[in-house]
Each structure stands twice: as C-alpha cells, then as structure tokens.
C-alpha cells in the first residue's frame, strides 16, 4: 500500500473564554452535551493548539488537521455575545494556523443566533484563512433552513466556503418528547452520540434539501460526518420527499452532488462499502473527531486497506479534502 497524505477535517478545539460563557446559560438552555468536553483528558487536548496536539496527530499518521470549535459553538448565546465570541474565536483558530501553517487549517464558527450578522462574519474569516465553516441544525427557535439564512449560504456557495453540519442536541422539547425516561446519563446518551445527535443533524440537512437550497445555490457544498448522519442509509424513503416537495432532482443527486461525508473516527468497512454504493469515493474524506475518538495509527492504515486501488485511496485519504476546500498541501 502507497504511503498516503492524511488530512483530518473534523479535528476539535475549545477557547476558555467561549466555554466559560456556554457554562453561564440558563439551566434550562444550557447544552448538557458540555460535560463530555470534562471527561478523562478531553479539555486538555481540547485546549491545546501546539505542540500536543502535534504529537497527536503525528503519532496517528495526520499530516493535517482542519480545526473546529466543539459543539455548540456559539449558537445558543444571545447575537451580541454570539457575534463577539465568534469573532474572538475565528482569529484564535486563524492564529493557530498561521503558527503552524503546514498542519492546521481551521473552520469558522457564526454567530448564528443574530442571522444579520452571519454573512459578514464569514466573510471576514475567510478574508483571514479560514477554508470552511461549521454550524449546526438550529440556533434557539431557529432552524438552519429558515429563510433568513439564505444570504449565508449565497455567501458560502459564492466564497467558496464549504459549510459542515455539526450534530447537536435536540430541542428541549425534542427530548421531552422521544429521549428522557431513563436515568440521567443514559437519557443524555440517548439525546447525543447514541441516536439524537446524528438524527437531528440528518434532519436538518433533509431540510436543507427540501426547502431548496440547493436550486437556488447550486455550487453550495455541505459536509455531514459520521457516514452523512444516517441519512445515506435511508435514500430509497427519502426520495420518495423530492416529488412531494418539488425539487427539481431527487434527494439522492442532492447528495451525490451537494454533500461530503466523513467518517468522523467510525472506521467501519461496512459502513465505507455501504457509502460506496449510494455515493462515490470523491465524496468521501477521512476525519477522527478528536479527541472524542481517537483511532491509532494501525486503525487507520487498517482502514485504509479496504480501498480498492491507491487512487481511491489517495481521494479518501487526502485529495477529496484539499479540493473542496482549496488547500495546497
């Protein structure tokens, strides 16, 4: 096997000043999915922008890694704080890369919950290196499909900016609904990396689709992890959405066309062939989520093996993401 260039996309980071803001939301709005941030060593390597995070990635085979904020970035605050963490965390990512400019690139978060402010906020970070965005399904009342929101994506699609939808946890009263009962932790689990999470994201890009963003920007690219978030091993049901909703396509050329995924440290070959037979292997790219995984560097070669030729391998691996998100590495 050919010795490969591996690019992370999803690689995550925190900034004290917006955790400590986060952690100052009304219970009843805080994000609970916080606590994961505080297991084992996670905020130390959450924190760590140098050196550490380095050797990590030299010790797992990473040559570069994309950073992005954890969950939920800035969304839940209200717009002025929103604005100024964003803002504040956009040129601490920008300053990671440009320390080290030949292992970090890095996506922006926006201030989400002020919609006026969104567009400009991803302009000014592009202006200053970042090579993407990532949001997520709904910032309080407002899902990412709202109307209001579609000066950002005609930004994203004309700057170029991919836009990757991060899973977050559902609406409080999403919960109430389909994931409490349980003892806490396991209501909690319930509600993010067991099922609510990546249902949540699927949904909001199902959403995306069906209010037709993508007939109206067609060059918008978005990117989904964890294998598209369930969505890609559902299409034969979600086309049936595409006459209903007057889409000019179906819900699956969407997909081949408008949409990444990644694998987000699930390094499953079942789950790479299943991509393979509804996607093609230019719309795949290779991601860990760190530090909430952390496959070893055999992992990863392992992995790797299953692509039938190096030229796919080589896609998967590196070239996929340098294409779409203009890196020259």
Not at 4 to 17: G, K
Not at 39 to 53: C, H, K, V
Not at 169 to 180: H, K, L, Q
Not at 313 to 323: L, V
Request: no cysteine.
């Amino acid at each position: 096997m050919m010795v490969v260039t591996l690019i992370a996309i999803e690689e995550h980071w925190v900034m004290p000043e917006l955790a400590a803001a986060l952690g100052a939301v009304p219970h009843q709005d805080r994000d609970e999915s916080l606590a994961f941030n505080e297991m084992g060593d996670n905020r130390q390597r959450l924190e760590d922008l140098g050196a550490g995070r380095i050797a990590a990635m030299d010790a797992q085979g990473i040559d570069v890694s994309i950073l992005a904020l954890t969950p939920p970035g800035t969304q839940p605050l209200p717009p002025a704080d929103a604005l100024h963490l964003s803002r504040a965390a956009n040129d601490v990512a920008a300053a990671a890369v440009r320390s080290n400019p030949s292992r970090f690139r890095s996506l922006s978060t926006l201030p989400m919950s002020s919609p006026r402010d969104v567009a400009g906020e991803l302009e000014r970070a592009a202006a200053t290196g970042h090579v993407g965005t990532m949001v997520y399904g709904r910032s309080g009342d407002l899902v990412l499909d709202d109307p209001v929101y579609d000066d950002f994506f005609a930004a994203a699609s004309e700057l170029g900016q991919p836009v990757f939808i991060h899973p977050q946890i559902p609406s409080t009263a999403v919960r109430d609904a389909s994931y409490r009962g349980f003892d806490p932790m396991t209501d909690l689990a319930l509600a993010t990396f067991g099922w609510g999470w990546h249902l949540d994201a699927a949904t909001a890009a199902l959403r995306l689709v069906l209010r037709g963003t993508f007939d109206r920007h067609p060059d918008l690219q978005v990117v989904l992890g964890h294998w598209g978030e369930m969505l890609l091993f559902w299409l034969d049901r979600a086309d049936s959405l595409s006459r209903v909703a007057g889409l000019q396509r179906s819900v699956s050329d969407y997909m081949r066309s408008n949409f990444f995924i990644t694998t987000s440290g699930m390094l499953n070959p079942a789950l790479l062939q299943h991509a393979l037979s509804v996607t093609s292997v230019d719309r795949l790219i290779f991601s860990t989520d760190y530090p909430f995984q952390q496959p070893t560097r055999e992992e990863i070669d392992s992995f790797l093996g299953e692509f039938a030729s190096d030229a796919e391998r080589q896609k998967f691996s590196s070239a996929n993401a340098a294409s779409l998100y203009g890196l020259d590495i």
